[in-house]
């Protein structure tokens, strides 16, 4: 990365009576960041409260790399834009990640993967965390940090204030409009917006995977090991079989594999040594419950500790890899999904339905991992036409009005939020979101009173590619 003058993030300002804001958003990720920065870049007074130290959620914390695709499913076109693609340029400027354009489908940047993967942008989270710090400071976004939503103040189906955990104690947030960008639906839950934890009819909840990133790699010896086996690196029904199968088969042999998953999932980064391992699977978490999400965490670094093993005795040009860092959070893909005005389906998404009131158009396939059971991934992708919308009906909780939820626990079934959950849409979420929040407080209104021709126009005007 290189050199870049970095000043701090807005400070947040506390009295003795707590905190006020005309709109508090709730959890840093990639949905609540960018809905912060265009709410007050819109006008509007902004608290950003995240529970971590830093911003970037999944991206910072979970160390998840690189942002899935951007581009239509021809690989064409770039479509999520907006802020998505400001942060993107911001940290290419800074050596911080690699142009999307650059990064195609069945190479090291995807594991080699081709369906669902055109596209994504291998990025630096030490970069992005300034990025982003950067980014909330120039829009006047004032965060608090180390700041844990805990309960909601209720009238009626209105939210009028917010009680959060600090170091401080537990203290009062007042806002007028409040934007749910925990991942988990934890306000809008507590406020009484009905929510389905993964998917219920199935039983079933996407596993959780501990990310890890290893450095010291020989990049050339680990692309000459996938090119001499690439006979026999693809499903034969088109379905992809992940990265190094063959020497996890070798492993196995020898004792050294004791777990379930039969192949790799390993990124390139942006220096050419340094890679991102998705591999490690725990099924059935539940993100919501302290007691499974902390024997999750633990299971999470034992499976990296025999992962970084294998690496180091199997893998070709790993021989003296290091291990960078394991994730300070584990990665959950599914909680909880809000039942909001509209509930996004996989026929929406496979069948390129774009209703009026689109805030984002993708063409992220479904991504379901562990479907058919541990072993098993599938990426279903979109097929008539070239990007699916996600209306704006989606971000309106049912139940509770002064609330709009963003990012991956949006109004959707499991299997639709398995398309959208990824970064680059949570990015264009949030900013919708945000822009929607703006113009609700500018015309004294609730957020489902925005005029959603307004609010495509304004996320236009602002450079979301909407068509
Ligand atoms: C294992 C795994 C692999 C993935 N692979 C990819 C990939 O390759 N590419 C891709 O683009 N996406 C990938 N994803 C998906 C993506 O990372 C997430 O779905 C996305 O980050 C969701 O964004 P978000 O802003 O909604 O939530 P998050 O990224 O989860 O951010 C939520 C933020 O809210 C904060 N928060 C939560 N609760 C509270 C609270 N009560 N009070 C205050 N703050 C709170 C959290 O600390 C966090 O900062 C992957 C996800 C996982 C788990």
Redesign the pocket.
């Known amino acids: 990365m290189a050199a870049t003058t970095v000043r701090a993030a807005a400070p947040a300002v506390s009295s003795s009576e707590g905190y006020s804001a005309q709109l508090a958003v ?7 960041v960018c809905a912060a920065i265009a709410a007050a870049r819109n006008g509007a007074d902004v608290l950003l ?4 130290g830093c ?5 910072t ?2 160390l ?5 695709t951007c581009y239509d499913k021809t690989g064409e076109t770039m479509i999520i834009r907006g802020l998505f693609e400001e942060v993107v340029d911001r940290l290419v400027a800074c050596g911080g990640a690699i142009h999307p354009r650059e990064c195609r489908a069945g190479t090291a940047f995807t594991s080699w993967i081709k369906i669902g993967h055109d596209h ?1 942008t291998p990025f630096e989270p030490e970069a992005l965390k300034l990025v982003l710090d950067e980014m909330c400071r120039e829009a006047g976004v004032r965060v608090l940090f180390h ?3 805990a309960e909601p103040l209720m009238d009626g189906g209105r939210i009028t204030g917010l009680r ?1 955990l600090t170091k401080a104690g537990l203290e009062t947030v007042r806002a007028k409009l409040v934007i749910d ?4 639906a ?1 306000v809008a839950a507590r406020a009484g917006v009905p929510c389905e934890l993964g998917d219920k009819a199935a039983g079933r909840i996407q596993p ?2 501990m ?1 890890f990133r290893i450095g010291n790699v020989e990049y050339a010896k680990v692309e000459a090991d996938i090119q001499a086996n690439l006979n026999n690196f693809y499903r034969k029904d088109g379905v992809n079989y992940r990265s190094l199968h063959w020497r996890v088969t070798e492993a196995r042999e020898h004792g050294d594999w004791p777990l379930k998953r039969v192949s790799i999932g390993l ?1 390139r980064g942006v220096r050419e040594d340094q890679w991102a391992i ?1 591999t490690s699977r725990i099924m059935g978490v539940d993100g919501t419950n302290p007691k499974s999400l902390s024997d999750a965490e633990a299971e999470g670094r034992r499976q990296v500790q025999i992962i970084f093993n294998f690496f180091r005795k199997y893998v070709p040009g790993c021989k003296d890899a290091v291990l960078l860092s394991t994730a300070s ?1 584990l ?3 599914e909680t909880r999904h809000i039942f909001g005005e509209y509930r996004l389906t996989t026929d929406d998404v496979l069948h390129g339905s774009v209703p009026k009131d689109s805030i984002l158009l993708a063409s992220n396939s479904v991504d379901i991992h562990g479907r058919f059971g541990p072993l098993s991934n599938q990426y279903v992708t979109v097929q008539n036409g070239n990007w699916y919308g996600v209306p704006y009906r989606c971000l309106l909780p049912k139940g509770v009005e002064n609330l709009l939820v ?4 949006v109004s959707a079934t499991s299997e639709a939020a398995g398309a959208i ?4 849409p ?1 990015m264009a979420m ?1 900013q919708a979101a945000g822009t929607a929040a703006a113009l609700a407080l500018r015309g004294n209104s609730l957020p489902r009173e925005v005029d959603s021709a307004e609010l495509v126009s304004t996320l236009k005007r602002q450079k979301a590619f909407l068509g």
């Not at 960008?181 to 988990?184: L, N, P, S, Y």
């Open positions: 709730v959890g840093g990720g990639p949905a609540g409260l995240e529970q971590g911003l970037g959620g999944m991206a914390q979970g998840v790399n690189p942002f899935m994504c700041a844990a939503f959060i960008a925990t991942g988990d934890d959780a995977s990310f990124f998705n959070t990665g959950i893909r963003a990012g991956r626990s959950r990824v970064m680059p949570c949030g």
